[in-house]
């Protein structure tokens, strides 16, 4: 079977053990998300299954949505709610919802982040998270997020030292270090306190399926009924549809010059009477030729 699958990731599972009872359901090894979960946050995982597993790239690196809660007066070693208390400070006078979003605004568009240092990011050879356990400290490498929105959901508390956020990011991007971060401009040591996936890959909760419903299905023998087709997950590439001479070419990879009427987007991908052929791109050393990058035989 091949397709993709969006599921609603539970709390307390790790994404890699979602692959694995993935892999336990459809009977295959060839399985992959698209883009890790803490344990702790549920929300819209996207997996590949089968032949879907060669477009993992192209999907792990498209836009997510969140529903983040930012906690004010608690920083924690993990910057979530799950991790020992560093630093306190008591909220006297809660911000305005004024100066909360004035502080937002400066978080809007393309950032720097420093990762958690519990966090999967490998520098020499091994994650941060092991560095941390070991209580060993290392230079942490900053990058380079975008955020595309960012703004603050009503809330019927009384005060804003809790609030939440809705937030759309580029792949890569830490909620964790932003709600510290967010709170360090409003002030006050903060951590994230509750996360929620709503959207990744074009996909979201409505298209989602439990791996309650999955097991079901194992039961009655019909599990590949909810896999998508891999185009699915393709949607946000253009398309270039070629003819039957050139389709064939394209099934043996060769590469070929510009066309004329270029795709909008680079990679794109190549379709023969409805058929997904392969993935193409501009040759990186001679933009007047296109590459695969993906072929699907």
Known sequence: MNGILPLWKPKGMTSHDCVMKIRKIFKTRKVGH????????????VICVGQATKIVPFLTAMDKTYIAECSLGQSTETEDAYGVVVEEEEITNPPS????ENVLKHFKGEISQTPPMYSAVKVGGKR??????????????????TIYELRQ???KSKNNQKFKLKVVCSAGTYMR????????????PAHMSHLVRTESC???KDDTVTLEELEKAMDMNNVGD????MTEGLRHLDTLQVNENIAEKVLH???????????TTNPFTIFYDQQLLAIYEIHPDNPNEIKPVRVFN
């Open 34 to 45: 698209t883009g890790t979960l803490d344990p702790e946050v549920e929300g819209v995982l």
């Open 97 to 100: 919802d004024k100066e909360i």
């Open 128 to 145: 941060l998270y092991e560095y941390a356990r070991a209580n060993e400290y290392v230079e942490r490498p900053t990058r380079q997020v």
């Open 153 to 155: 959901l009503k809330s």
């Open 177 to 188: 270090t932003l709600c510290v971060d967010i709170g360090k401009q409003l002030g006050y």
């Open 202 to 204: 074009t996909f979201t």
């Open 226 to 229: 909810f896999l998508l087709p």
């Open 253 to 263: 990879g060769q590469k070929f010059a510009r066309p004329d009427k270029y795709p």
